[in-house]
């Protein structure tokens, strides 16, 4: 399958002479969602905006769905909503309006029905005729959201789409990125919040000094990369880690009631067998034992710190 978007060596560097993008290559397929993680001044705001063709580019190309963004500007932005990382809407306009608004500004004719679709799906139907400025914050970001749909693009951007919000609206902005993906829609979001690639994204890509250090599978980056845990409930709490046990990578929980041993999911022999019969042979019962994978966090902060 093609890729919907084909980025090839994109440099950007501004005026400033700050070099926010340097030869970053990315193909991103249909229908997934991409979650483009990075630190604050990555260059995640620069590379959505080459690409949605808000920012001129110093070298190389992108190509959404065939069309160049530069020599086929218009065919190629068609294509795309964007829900920048900025709000801003008119405050004292209906939602309804706004949303209308948009669908003009590409010159698509009027649709009322796909409108109402985009309005009900985001939960905004019954707010239709209520000023922006009535909204609270994350009923405003939907509004966004509805705006950058308003035009029924392929591909939609969601720049930081939960950047200062609470858990609660995170989570809600979450479950409506998952609806938008099962209507077909290709999405790329960016965060900071490596909570949030690993909750939504097919892929990840990491970026960092405007070079993409990373790009995967979300499952595969953390299988390859993660170390495991593996936690055994204890049937009565120990003081220390005995020292016929010193050979192993163990640590004791707060509580004392676990051991937590942590193992390189990469390593030939992972030592759990040989574990276990020392423990036993230590004379310590456990009665439960799981292992969890490190989290993508650990596995970000460890690159980042590269
Ligand atoms: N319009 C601009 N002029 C000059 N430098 C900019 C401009 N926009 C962004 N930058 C710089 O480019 C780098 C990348 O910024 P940005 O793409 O906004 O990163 P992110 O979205 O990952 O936080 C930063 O060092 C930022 O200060
Ligand atoms: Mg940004």
């Not at 560097?13 to 030869?23: D, E, H, Q, S």
């Not at 990382?85 to 706004?98: G, I, K, N, P, R």
């Not at 690639?197 to 960092?208: L, P």
């Not at 040989?274 to 423990?279: C, T």
Request: net charge negative.
């Amino acid at each position: 399958m093609a890729p919907i978007i084909s980025v090839k060596n994109l440099s950007k560097t501004y005026g400033t002479g700050r070099k926010a993008l340097n030869g970053v290559s990315l193909d991103i397929m249909g229908g997934e969602i991409f979650a483009l993680l990075g630190p604050n001044g990555a260059g995640k705001t620069t590379l959505i905006g080459t690409i949605c063709g808000l920012v001129n580019p110093t070298g190389g190309t992108v190509t959404v769905d065939g069309h160049d963004i530069i020599t086929d500007y218009r065919a190629a932005r068609e294509l795309i909503g964007l829900v920048p990382q900025e709000l801003h809407t008119d405050a004292f306009e209906s939602v309804w309006d706004t949303v209308s608004f948009s669908r003009g500004l590409f010159g698509k004719p009027k649709n009322p029905a796909h409108i109402e679709k985009v309005l009900r799906d985001l939960s905004l139907w019954d707010r239709k005729d209520s000023k922006i400025i009535t909204l609270s914050g994350g009923m405003k970001r939907r509004v966004m959201i509805a705006k950058a749909l308003s035009h029924e693009p392929q591909i939609l951007f969601l720049d930081e789409p939960t950047a200062g919000v609470d858990v609660e609206l995170r989570k809600g902005m979450w479950e409506v990125v998952r609806a938008l993906k099962a209507t077909g829609v290709t999405i790329i979001l960016t965060t900071h919040y490596i909570e949030e690639a690993e909750e939504m994204a097919d892929r990840v890509g990491v970026i960092n000094h405007g070079e993409l250090i990373l790009v995967d599978e979300k499952s595969a980056l953390m299988q390859k990369l993660g170390k495991k845990q593996l936690k055994l409930h204890l049937d009565a709490p120990i003081d220390t880690v005995p020292p016929q046990l010193s050979a192993y990578d163990l640590a004791l929980s707060d509580d004392h009631n676990k051991l937590i041993y942590t193992y390189d999911t990469r390593a030939e022999h992972t030592g759990i067998t040989a574990l276990l019969g020392d423990i036993r042979a230590a004379g310590i019962r456990f009665h439960d034992l799981d292992t969890s994978q490190s989290s993508l966090e650990e596995i970000f902060v460890s690159l980042v710190r590269t």
